[in-house]
């Protein structure tokens, strides 16, 4: 019922718009009914993944549409707050209505300008079973809606392409690989993850045709895989992008997702330069090569490359205190080491890459 309620108000919200047309993955090109390319590029509206109320998410849709000019909003969610489980056992009091009621807020705001919202489940590691749930939900909940495209797990690590995509055993590592920077603060742990594949398929046992986005290895930035046999299979749906997230840190371009660029279709979900590098302490200093901050050749660089590989892409992170962040206050000023770029490049400036990382 909840579901019918939504789709109703998105019609009515959206009566006097053109909704998004239908995409489906062909090769490595998003296209639309009537056989023209589309290319996704916009921003990422983050904090949903840390606040169950969310802040200013759907003011901060309608400005990355209406003032920068984004077709594209990836919205970061996770699914505690999605069942109203809220974090470390404290439960949301409304037992997830009003969480719900944001993102469909954000989706609708999107969908009136004929924008498309990438909701990514922002977890790390490797799926477990519970989170086949929430895809079966949420597939059921969106099925079939235009302007929607389900992000299944934000950033894998840790594992193997075959768990990756058929699931197992994940255990904890013994201690870190030297050099390897621990990007977040979670603690390793063993379980029984399931596979990419699962996700894919409990979504389209809903009916859900919507394209998928999938996460790859190394925190979503390794694709090789790929090009050895390990792609998802979509029999029955509108077809799968792959996800790449490019910081400073990362390095190998060309064999990381450029080579898998040329047959399978990029979201470029996360990306960005930073203001400094005592931001990022945790990233190692042997990994500190590139220059970052103010007169950095970063973001053109990476923008240039984007633009002359027509990645899907949204920058990351249209929130003032989500870093790399592309605003600096909730007047949704550009920070003048990112998001000046950001916003040039979706208004339509060209940049040139002159080093291929």
Request: with cysteine; net charge neutral.
């Amino acid at each position: 019922m909840l579901g019918l309620i939504a789709c109703l108000s998105l019609i009515a919200t959206s009566a006097t718009t053109k909704l998004p047309p239908v995409l489906h993955v062909v090769g490595n090109r998003l296209m639309t009914p009537d056989g023209k390319r589309f290319w996704m590029q916009g921003l990422c509206v983050d904090s949903l993944q840390w606040n169950a109320q969310g802040e200013r998410t759907v003011q901060s849709v309608q400005v990355a549409i209406d003032s920068w000019k984004a077709n594209t909003i990836r919205l970061p969610v996770i699914d505690s707050f999605w069942y109203g489980k809220g974090v470390q056992g404290q439960p949301q009091s409304d037992g997830g209505v009003g969480y719900r009621a944001v993102i469909d807020s954000a989706i609708e705001s999107a969908a009136a300008r004929g924008a498309y919202v990438v909701l990514d489940l922002h977890l790390f590691r490797a799926p477990e079973s519970a989170q086949l749930q929430f895809w079966k939900d949420v597939a059921k909940k969106y099925k079939n809606n235009p302007a929607v495209v389900f992000e299944l797990f934000n950033e894998p690590h840790d594992i193997s392409w075959e768990v990756w995509r058929n699931g197992g055993l994940v255990t904890d590592k013994q201690e870190p690989k030297p050099g390897v920077a621990v990007e977040n603060t979670e603690k390793l742990h063993s379980f029984q993850a399931i596979g990419m594949q699962q996700l894919v398929d409990v979504v389209r046992e809903t009916g859900a045709k919507n394209v998928i986005v999938a996460g790859t290895l190394d925190w979503s930035y390794d694709l090789s895989g790929l090009l050895k046999g390990f792609a998802l299979k979509d029999p029955t749906g509108n077809g799968i992008m792959y996800s790449v997230h490019i910081y400073p840190w990362k390095k190998n371009w060309q064999g990381s997702f450029l080579d898998a660029a040329e047959n399978y279709s990029l979201f470029v979900g996360e990306e960005g330069n930073l203001r400094s590098w005592e931001d990022f302490s945790f990233i190692p200093v042997n990994m500190r090569s590139e220059k970052v901050g103010l007169n950095s050749p970063f973001p053109a660089d990476l923008l240039g490359m984007i633009q002359k590989y027509k990645l899907n892409w949204t920058g990351f992170s249209f929130h003032p205190t989500c870093g790399p962040n592309a605003i600096t206050d909730w007047n949704y000023t550009p920070s003048p080491f990112w998001g000046i770029f950001v916003k040039e490049a979706l208004s339509g400036k060209h940049f040139e890459m002159k080093n291929l990382r």
